[in-house]
């Protein structure tokens, strides 16, 4: 059972990047997804999450409008579009799982690796 999240990288303040999720050993459909971030020094916090209809996503408030979760059933993938990216988007990103998409991160099962973002000119 692993997660890997991927698809960080170097980017402009006012670019974008897309991050995916990908899960081996178990379906990710099954799951609401949670992506998380931490910055140096400061808490991780919840990003956004997507339950497993997709028929809600949550967004953290300092990202709405710029990021977007979406799933891939066909490839069982989830991605996190990110749009007009700023310098405080700085920060390692990971995904995560759960039954439902709690703001609690005890509640998440398991959790990918994270993949650094950096937003700098």
């Known amino acids: 059972v692993q997660l890997q999240a991927s698809g960080g990288g170097l980017v402009q303040p006012g670019g974008s990047l897309r991050l995916s999720c990908d899960a081996s050993g178990f379906t990710l459909d099954d799951y609401a997804v949670g992506w998380f971030r931490q910055a140096p020094g400061k808490e991780r916090e919840r990003v956004s999450c997507i339950t497993t209809s997709r028929v809600d996503t949550y967004y953290l408030d300092s990202v709405k409008g710029r990021f977007t979760s979406t799933r891939d059933n066909d490839k069982d993938t989830v991605y996190l579009q990110m749009n007009s990216l700023k310098i405080e988007d700085t920060a390692v990103y990971y995904c995560?799982?759960?039954?439902?998409?709690?703001?609690?991160?005890?509640?998440?099962?398991?959790w990918g690796q994270g993949t650094q973002v950096t937003v700098s000119s």
């Open positions: 995560a799982i759960a039954a439902f998409c709690s703001l609690r991160q005890d509640d998440y099962d398991e």
